[in-house]
């Protein structure tokens, strides 16, 4: 699995640091990213299939 590259800062044009990662339940999480050059802060929501990472064994 490929990681998705950094989101970019609108301000500044440059790529935000993934800063914080929390869990928010079942299948979501929350990532927290800064702009190095800023400051400025991005939450974004994410969503995903942790059941599809296991082996079923």
Do not use: W
Not at 21 to 47: D, H
């Amino acid at each position: 699995m490929n990681a998705a590259p950094p989101p970019m800062c609108f301000r500044c044009g440059v790529a935000r640091e993934l800063v914080l990662v929390s869990p928010l339940g079942p299948g979501l999480e929350l990532r927290q990213y800064t702009c190095p050059k800023c400051g400025k802060v991005l939450r974004l929501k994410i969503r995903h299939d942790s059941a599809r990472h296991s082996d079923g064994a």
